[in-house]
């Protein structure tokens, strides 16, 4: 195989994932164990990322804030749920300037603790609520088996953090944030994520109730992919996060916290790539076009580099995010392979003859080959531009979700169920005990990932697993 070459993805998909992180620029591996640099092209779509949802968020009412790295050890052990699932990933600081620290202090998992003492501070009277604050960071969990931008020991996200008067408010924003991870997902990401509610067994440490949003990758494994979570009562009482309502009664407040990370980069790469290298939704994508000028001399330079300048302007003065590939020590062939490793949606190719004919060439990066390449006129090339960047992203959507649709499947019983999750989703009634879950995890090591909030067949059923009655349908798969 060459050096330029990934290994196929039916071959292997792990290693694919891994050869294309690297070879396309996205992040590398930092000398600290588990941890990852992420490197310029993948850190630009990681900020197309943000804007997409700090838009969102904002829409929704919501302000940014920065809270503390650090967190003493004594708030995470107020919430014994909260500590008891993050302790084995806990990275935990005991010496500062030279000296052992009177008290450790954990680096960051989660900000719900230090966040919560905050809170306790601000919030005195009902006027006070809603508090709707989002903060961009980055947080540290000890992870032993560690993947780029699936599972890293540290990695970047985004958590919101609410707190409200009542139980209605808070749930109700639980699923207000849910819909605004599926809208960005769907329609910037054009990932056809199902939104459902977690488990017991599978919740939030600390949770009432967690929702999520799950996606299917290429190989059929499930990604959880952003995350809601109703809090209760729990931080709040731990917290003595209190209001006077409008009685003047004391009342503790009901959070919420939500999160979506640069895991969404891996969701993208895994749903959307191919054995050339990534395939970027337009939306995202660093660059949504890749200029190649040809020329095999110096007159022929002359009469070409004019008119792409010219078409490049005209390009980015519409807001397309366009490069200009005028590198002249590499052939165009190599700039193709090294763009479509890139992801770019759309390269456009112009040499002598298009100047002749006031034409370019456009190569659609989702559809390889002649059946992606058509000749346009140079005139409203914007406009065209735009147009097929509109198609590409609306394509890549009908792509994914025609295969998620077509890796989900019905079982009859529980021997069939078995053999849809080695390659694939089982949909089936469940009777919602953990020790079902625990058996089918046990027997495949797939698990519950959501209990879908549409979908659901409405009526009763028979659980897959011991035949008890149900009255919900869950996804069983197998996942990162």
Known sequence: MAEDQLTPRAENFSDWYNEIVLKAEMADYSPVRGCMVVRPYGWTLWEN??????????ETGHVNAAFPLFIPMSFLEKEKEHVEGFAPELAVVTH??????EEPLVVRP???TIIGYMYSKWIKSWRDLPVLINQWGNVVRWEMRTKLFLRTAEFYW????????????????????LDVYADFAINDAAIPVIKGIKSETEKF??????????????????????????????????????YTDQGNQLQYCHTTSWGLSTRMI?????????DK??????????IQLVMVPIFRSEDEKTLVMPVADR???????AGIRVKMDDREEVTPGFKYNDWEMRGVPLRMEIGPKDVEKNSVALARRDQPGKEGKTFVSQENIASTVASLLVDIQAALLAKATAFRDSNIHNPKDYNELKKVVQDGWAFSWWCESKECEAKVKEDTKASTRCIPLERQPGGEGACIVCGGKSTRKVYFAKAY
């Open 266 to 274: 891996g969701a993208i790469i895994m749903t959307h790539g191919d």
């Open 311 to 317: 078409i490049f302007s005209e390009l980015k003065a």
């Open 158 to 177: 985004q958590e919101g953090h609410t707190a409200h008067a009542t139980e209605d408010e808070a749930r109700e924003e639980t699923l207000r944030m």
């Open 205 to 242: 440490a600390g949770a009432v109730m967690s929702t999520t949003i799950e996606a299917m990758m290429g190989d059929t494994k499930a990604l959880q992919s952003g995350t809601s979570h109703y809090l209760g009562q729990n931080f709040a009482k731990a917290f003595e996060i209190q």
């Open 49 to 58: 990322i943000q804007q997409g949802l700090d838009r969102r968020f904002k």
């Open 96 to 101: 500062g300037g030279g000296e052992k620290l």
């Open 110 to 112: 989660t900000s719900e």
């Open 277 to 286: 290298g990534l395939v970027l939704p337009p939306k995202l994508a660093p």
